[in-house]
């Protein structure tokens, strides 16, 4: 409605460091200066065009390909101006510095994408999947955030938010004119119509959770007496010599982080010190950090000597585990069983972590506990703050279902409850949120 | 001509806004200046004679709240009181009244002409003087200029108004008052975003050829409401009912036939309209499922026959008018005081002042 007459941002698109190609863009309403100057000319709209990047000599800084965007049919609704050119540090910095030599600045991160939402070109959810989708550690996290990026995610939302509309009209009106003799609430309806969307609610609630955990991923935490194995499966799970192996107990100090995926969800593994008492203070130190980790944990794996089955201190342990916190015991060494068969708990698996044995199993049980459901259609990705919203708009349905006999609370519930709905989307933002969410952005997006 | 005095404020327009804005300026200390084309009709009830309802209450109870006088001078004229949505809570209650036009202007009257710190003038202002865009007077019509810190803006519609009855149109900031031409082609030149909104009346009717035997009596309620927070039942004249009729469908037959000669629906009338004020033809169109729609036969005050019909305003031409209000129980005989139709008027958006 009311245009404002932006100022014009440049910065470099493409990733630190050397490349075949790299790419300024820049976009604002002085692109056809810009591009006067640096091209020598203004570029037919959308055509691949070469020449030449010049200084303000008319040297050639570099040579390649640009591209102009006539608004608003660009990324962010304005015009905008793609110079790829080699992707050299210095040369990009060069022409860089160009651009901003001609009443250009430096674009803030995320200050691209945020144009474009503010331009109406994407909406919150969108945006925030940009991100996601480049930083995408998993195919099915790239995946999940181009579903988003297309709108999937936002659609499920305007469908809840329009069915709360129709309900909210149904409310509102007997309220708004009471003398137009619309006393009598259908209710009959209104339960119906109260019903349905508590159900979408949930399932969108369900499937946002696995989007998150594609997104978010879990932490796990490893945990178990010194010399259990634990660094050995650290190794096989995720395929690499990670952490230190040493015969000498004790010899994990740190609690190593480290990223695998199992069917595309990320976890990352917290190994930790082996849990026993000590004289030694960098293994105190250890230990104590062990404890903190346990309360970030989404699921804790309790590795057991098999050979030695569950002693009095590994009770302790399991003992001393948050009891909200899902947990597996995993009894290692299963290659120096032989014969022997353990009777396993139902909350216990069995593996070698030397030869490979009930790995696959235990990737299926962790993928299990951590809440994840092996989905044929894909999910979408979600962030924290699109759960929390879900939820609280969960929350105000139930609180509307209890105040069914007051109308007026009744369209209040039903008000919040939407209120949650558009802050996903961003129909609503707070002021501080917009700022939060694309200063995570990397510059040049 | 530069008149003497300079004014702390300058307050454009002396309708309900105006006077508010009047009065609160004055009473808080600033000298102010009242301007009005026409001193007579300060205080005046545009549109129907009530005061309140669902929204519209709250807003008078918060101007109430904050020292303002419409509910005062509502407790000083209201003739009948009731609260809407009494069953429901708080929040959604809201206080409404009818009001004898006469007292309800006389109370505003006196307030305005008692009020220290406050100058009434009768002039039109034509022009806002502007230096370096900064607002520091205006001009009326006959080349007064006036200074001021501060001008308070609220003309009401007379902004470029114009009268729809059916597809003619003619300018007017009121039935009977005329508009502001010059000052709104001068608010359109500073290049400030103006907007167009819409608002409609109904057939003013004479009350003796009403057929009240066959009509639903609606009393005030009792006890009866008070508006002011500060005021009380005593201040309250003699109060008097509203009667309740309704439409038929013969009466959407007949606004139905007349749509291609409205100019809601032939799209000559541009504008954003009132949500709590649809047009009969709004009415049966949205609300197509209905049989009827309720009509409130509202009196203008305690010493006139004139009966506002609301809940019939339009922009239908003269003849469907006739024939629409013919064929509402108990008005089959009815004669009219006056034709009003839909108004439209300029509208400046208040935030980027």
Avoid at chain 1, 256 to 285: C, F, K, Y
Avoid at chain 2, 232 to 249: D, F, L, Y
Wanted: charge should be negative; aromatic fraction near 6%.
């Amino acid at each position: 409605m009311f245009q404002q007459k932006s100022d014009t941002i440049a910065a470099v698109a493409t990733a630190q460091g050397r490349g075949g190609v790299g790419v300024v863009r820049i976009s604002g309403s002085g692109i056809a200066a810009v591009a006067n100057a640096v091209l020598g000319k203004l570029p037919v709209p959308r055509h691949a065009t070469f020449g030449d990047f010049l200084d303000e000599n008319g040297e050639a800084i570099d040579q390649g390909i640009a591209l102009y965007f006539p608004g608003p049919h660009s990324y962010t609704g304005e015009d905008v101006l793609e110079l790829q050119g080699h992707g050299g540090t210095a040369i990009l910095h060069l022409l860089l510095q160009r651009c901003l030599s001609l009443n250009v600045r430096l674009a803030e991160p995320g200050e691209f994408t945020r144009r474009a939402f503010l331009n109406d070109k994407i909406d919150l959810a969108q945006a925030e999947s940009v991100a996601d989708l480049i930083e995408a550690t998993t195919t099915e996290a790239a995946r999940s955030a181009m579903r988003s990026l297309h709108g999937e995610f936002s659609a499920i939302i305007h469908t809840l938010v329009d069915e709360l509309i129709t309900l909210r009209m149904l409310v509102e009106a007997m309220l708004d004119f009471p003398e137009e003799d619309i006393e009598v609430v259908d209710t009959t309806l209104r339960d119906q119509l109260l019903h349905n969307i508590q159900i979408k609610l949930q399932q969108t609630l369900l499937s946002a959770k696995q989007g998150s955990l594609l997104r978010e991923g879990a932490h796990i935490a490893l945990v178990g007496r010194p010399n259990v194995g634990k660094s050995s499966l650290l190794n096989r799970l995720s395929g690499e010599e990670v952490a230190l192996v040493s015969d000498v107990p004790g010899t994990t100090r740190d609690v190593i982080r480290q990223a695998i995926q199992i069917r595309g969800v990320p976890l990352h593994i917290m190994d930790t010190a082996g849990l026993r008492s000590s004289e030694d203070e960098v293994e105190n130190m250890g230990m104590a950090r062990t404890h903190q980790t346990l309360q970030r944990a989404d699921l804790i794996l309790l590795l057991l000597d098999g050979s030695a089955g569950l002693s009095v201190k590994d009770e302790e342990i399991l003992a001393s585990f948050p009891a909200d916190i899902p947990h597996l015991l995993v009894y290692n060494k299963a290659d120096l069983l032989g014969e022997k068969n353990l009777a396993l708990r139902s909350d216990a698996i069995s593996i070698s972590a030397k030869t490979g044995t009930g790995i696959e199993e235990l990737r299926e049980r962790m993928l299990k506990l951590i809440g994840w459901q092996n989905q044929e259609s894909g999910a979408f990705i979600a962030r924290e703050r699109h759960l929390k919203a879900l939820n609280l708009a969960q929350s105000h349905l139930v609180n509307a279902t209890e105040v069914l006999n007051h109308p007026e609370l009744f369209a209040e519930e039903l008000r919040l409850t939407q209120h949650e709905l558009n802050c996903i989307t961003g129909k609503f933002t707070a002021d501080n949120l917009l700022g939060e969410i694309f200063s995570r952005f990397c510059i040049g997006k | 001509m530069k008149f003497s005095e300079v004014f702390d404020v300058i307050v454009v327009g002396g309708g309900h806004a105006g006077t508010e804005a009047a009065l609160a300026s004055a009473r808080s200390g600033c000298k102010t200046l009242l301007l009005s084309h026409n001193i007579e009709t300060l205080g005046q009830m545009s549109c129907n004679p009530s005061i309140g309802g669902i929204g519209k209450g709250h807003l008078v109870k918060e101007v109430d709240a904050l020292g303002g006088a419409m509910a005062h001078a509502t407790d000083i004229g209201g003739i009948q009181f009731r609260i809407l949505n009494s069953s429901k809570g708080y929040a959604v209650r809201a206080t409404r009244a009818q009001a004898d036009r006469m007292l309800y202007k006389q109370a505003i009257r006196t307030m305005l002409e008692n009020q220290p710190n406050l100058w009434l003038f009768q002039q039109a202002v034509d022009d806002l003087l502007v230096e370096q865009d900064k607002v520091v007077g205006v001009v009326t019509q006959l080349g007064l200029r006036f200074s001021a810190k501060t001008v308070v803006l609220t003309a009401g519609t007379f902004l470029a108004g114009l009268i729809h009855v059916g597809q003619a149109n003619y300018q007017a900031g009121r039935a009977g008052d005329p508009p502001s031409l010059s000052l709104a082609h001068r608010l359109r030149e500073l290049q400030l975003p103006v907007g167009r909104l819409k608002t409609g009346t109904p057939p003013r009717i004479d009350g003796r050829t009403i057929d009240y035997s066959v009509l639903q009596e609606q009393p005030g309620d009792d006890p009866v409401p008070v508006f002011s927070f500060m005021g009380n039942a005593a201040q309250h004249p003699k109060q008097m009912p509203c009667w309740i009729t309704e439409t038929s469908e013969r009466t959407h037959e007949i606004i139905r036939g007349g749509l291609d000669r409205s100019p809601l629906f032939t799209g000559v009338i541009e504008g954003v309209g009132p949500r709590y004020c649809p047009s009969i033809e709004d009415k049966i169109t949205r609300f197509a499922g209905k049989t009827s729609h309720q009509i409130f036969l509202e009196p203008e005050g305690l010493t006139t026959h004139e009966i506002y019909p609301n809940g019939i305003s339009t922009s239908l031409p003269f003849d469907v008018q006739v024939e629409l209000v013919r064929s509402i129980k108990g008005l089959e005989n009815f004669r009219r005081l006056k034709w009003v139709g839909k108004k439209t008027f300029n509208a400046i958006q208040h935030h980027l002042i």
